[in-house]
């Protein structure tokens, strides 16, 4: 086809459009960008990077126990408690006066519970419950432990479990209380004038360890 000179060329727009390849090469490169576009976002999140100081150092920091500090104190008394003994074993037949004939005679302060002729019944100074009462006979009469008990002492230990009962009334802990003696060094006795822990106003575990 061709057209004279000075003629206009009036083309059909059906014999020369470029409208469908070009939106067609516009919707590939679209869709190749794309992919370009989400491969690297692929390649951020696939391809570990190397730590950073603060991801180290979050690594290093130190762990902390979450079991309660009461365990923590628990131990450690127990071992005091358990040098105590061993020093209270050692001079236990020396037949001096214990910080107990000191507290009976009021030399040395105590909050005092409950006391008759026999007893006497204090707060203990470093409680193991709410309510923890010592209680003890005032006269010892060679009753250092109740291991060393004797006939004789058939009474005054009678008394010490009624005693007992009735502190636990006074303190209102008379429906769920225990009551302990330690006897010996292993036991962790820490005076050697026999006493009885009473305990109550929490809930008792057993076996008491």
């Not at 419950?129 to 058939?154: C, M, N």
């Not at 060094?185 to 109550?200: D, K, R």
């Amino acid at each position: 086809m061709g057209c004279r000179p000075g003629q206009a060329w009036n083309a059909s727009p059906h014999q020369f459009s470029f409208g469908a390849p070009v939106k067609a090469m516009a919707a590939t490169l679209t869709t190749a960008f794309s992919l370009f576009r989400f491969s690297r976002v692929l390649r951020a999140y696939a391809i570990p990077k190397p730590f950073s100081k603060l991801s180290i150092d979050v690594l290093r920091a130190p762990s902390y126990s979450l079991r309660p500090e009461r365990c923590v104190c628990h131990i450690t008394a127990s071992v005091n408690e358990e040098a105590s003994a061993k020093a209270a074993a050692a001079s236990v037949d020396n037949g001096g006066p214990t910080i107990f004939d000191k507290i009976i005679a009021r030399e040395i302060p105590s909050t005092i519970i409950y006391e008759d002729d026999k007893v006497l019944a204090f707060r203990d100074i470093n409680p193991q419950a709410p309510v923890h009462v010592l209680l003890i006979p005032k006269f010892r009469d060679g009753l250092t432990q109740l291991g060393k008990a004797e006939s004789r002492h058939a009474e005054i230990l009678g008394h010490l479990l009624y005693a007992a009962k009735v502190v636990a009334e006074k303190e209102g802990i008379v429906d769920g209380f225990r009551v302990v003696i330690n006897n010996g060094p292993e036991a962790c006795q820490s005076v050697y004038h026999l006493h009885l822990h009473i305990l109550g106003g929490r809930q008792m575990k057993w076996p008491p360890g």
